[in-house]
């Protein structure tokens, strides 16, 4: 269907609203409580519109194109009613920067915002450099409120893992409310009281971990005000690129958008952004990534101890300790999250280089716990994480290391060579029915972190070995002959662990996440239940 907006003609979609026309044709149109994830709410009446036939000044968000309509959407009339309506939803939000005088050249020298407990203005909001009021305030020429802003002084909710709450920076928009019921079913939160003592909230008065919440982060990811927040990102600022690619968590391979500011990790969303993905995707990611004890350099044992050491040294020392051990007393392990290009080097070493059939692949079981028994007569490993006990790591003569995170196994290794993962990595996965998806590097790895097939093939060469000279991770796949992969975008539904985080995994490589991500103890695990 054909019509005109602003002089100009457009055609509309069949069930297409003339905001998501307008939008479509690049014609941009005030709004605030509508998001493409969310159905048509027509609640902050920012998006009015001027319509040839129909009485007043109709929502935009609501109302259905049609052929032949003319619609203006830029008038004096309407900017002035937009920015009216845009000083009301302020008068309850922390707003003198929107408006200030001097409000340029503090910008100009104080760039950033401020940490601050309380947000009290911009200069101190963590979510400045994304705001969508202050690019509405920008937009609409906000300049001055007719009365004096009211500031709630709600102290911040820090008691939840994960989500800080500010509730002074609330404008009451719904959205939050809204994506819970359209991902979830139900919403663990809602709006409570009426009138001047309205907020959002789960009932009663619980916490969201006693109302049953999924973390699943989507409330955060459609705040416009910045008043639901990631407690580890929400410092970090605008990210300066993002890059898709596929969550190895767990064998769920969802589709994630890994958001890096500098090379380093900030955040990350799902690429489909119509469906949830699970607590450890959404909030463990980037605190993993970013772990203070994260392995950043080789090392090597002397005595009692592990010494930092080049790569040549480390390579050197791991190829003398191995070539005692070839035949059957070798073996080299990793788990269900190595990579198809992993696998193939790791194949390639054993058989071609240590002349053994040990190659192992640990499968984790449903909470991500892989474990390993080692055959008989194996005195020398090369391992990707921490999946033996104790009794059979003291029984090596030679143990090699590569890992992300410090362990039982790292401590008591010959070498430790420090792993890169996650999106710090180029390959491919297997998802849990077995199709290949894409990893793309979306960061850079800490320190001197190398993917695991770079290091094993180096120390191939190291002892001596041809045919491990590859220079990529494509260059891998297409020696291993992995086929194309596609990210797991369209999903019928979320997995699991995102609907109930009771049936997320607990470990990567053989840690406990727990201990790296702290927040995760929080939330129940198994049977421990939620609230429906």
């Not at 909710?157 to 920076?169: A, K, M, Q, V, W």
Request: with cysteine.
């Amino acid at each position: 269907m054909k019509l005109t907006i602003d002089g100009k003609p457009v055609t509309a979609r069949e069930g297409e609203t003339v905001l998501d026309c307008a939008l479509r044709h690049d014609i941009s149109i005030p709004h605030l409580c509508t998001h493409p994830d969310l159905p048509a709410f027509g609640a902050c009446r920012l998006c009015v519109v001027e319509i040839d036939g129909l009485k007043g000044l109709p929502s935009s968000c609501t109302t259905p194109a049609a052929e032949g309509m003319v619609v203006r959407t830029d008038t004096p009339e309407l900017n002035d009613l937009r920015r009216g309506t845009l000083e009301l939803i302020m008068l309850e939000h922390p707003s003198a920067c929107l408006v200030c005088d001097k409000r340029e050249l503090c910008e100009k020298y104080r760039p950033a915002a401020d940490k601050a407990g309380c947000t009290t203005g911009c200069h101190t909001c963590n979510n400045k450099a994304v705001c969508e009021v202050r690019q509405l305030s920008e937009s609409l020429g906000l300049s001055e409120l007719p009365v004096a802003p009211f500031y709630r002084a709600m102290p911040v909710e820090t008691s939840d893992p994960f989500i800080d709450r500010d509730l002074n920076l609330c404008i009451l928009c719904g959205r939050c409310v809204r994506i819970c019921k359209a991902q979830h079913g139900s919403a663990t939160i809602d709006f409570i009281a009426r009138g001047g003592e309205t907020r959002i909230g789960p009932a009663f008065g619980r916490s969201l971990v006693e109302a049953g919440c999924r973390f699943c982060g989507s409330c955060v990811d459609v705040c416009p005000t910045g008043c639901l927040a990631d407690r580890f990102s929400k410092w970090y600022g605008a990210a300066d690129s993002a890059v898709e690619t596929t969550c190895t968590l767990c064998d769920a391979a969802c589709a994630i958008r890994v958001h890096s500011a500098g090379g380093r990790c900030v955040r990350v969303r799902p690429v489909d952004t119509a469906v949830p993905i699970c607590v450890l995707g959404r909030f463990a990611t980037v605190p993993l990534l970013r772990a203070a004890g994260r392995l950043r350099a080789p090392r090597v044992r002397h005595g009692d101890a592990l010494r930092e050491v080049g790569w040549d040294a480390a390579l050197a020392a791991a190829a003398e300790k191995l070539s005692a051990h070839t035949g059957e007393r070798f073996a080299i392990v990793c788990d269900g999250s190595a990579t198809l290009e992993d696998r193939h080097v790791f194949r390639a070493f054993a058989e071609d280089v240590m002349k053994s059939g040990h190659f192992i692949v640990a499968e984790p079981d449903a909470r991500g716990v892989a474990t390993v028994d080692l055959p008989a007569g194996v005195t020398a490993a090369v391992v990707t994480g921490d999946f033996f006990d104790p009794a059979q790591l003291d029984a090596l003569e030679a143990l090699i290391v590569l890992d992300c995170l410090g362990s039982d196994a790292s401590e008591r290794a010959d070498v430790v060579f420090p792993a890169a993962v996650l999106s710090e990595i180029d390959g491919t996965c297997v998802d849990c029915g077995g199709t290949p998806r894409p990893l793309h590097k979306a960061c850079e790895p800490p320190g001197e972190a190398r993917p695991d097939w770079r290091t094993v093939a180096a120390l191939a060469r190291a002892m001596g070995a041809e045919g491990f000279d590859f220079e990529s991770a494509e260059a891998v796949a297409r020696a291993a002959g992995v086929g194309p992969a596609a990210l797991w975008v369209e999903r019928d539904e979320a997995p699991p662990a995102a609907l109930d985080p009771r049936k997320r995994r607990t470990h990567f490589r053989g840690h406990r996440l727990a201990e790296t991500v702290p927040a995760l103890e929080h939330l129940p695990v198994g049977d421990e239940g939620l609230e429906s």
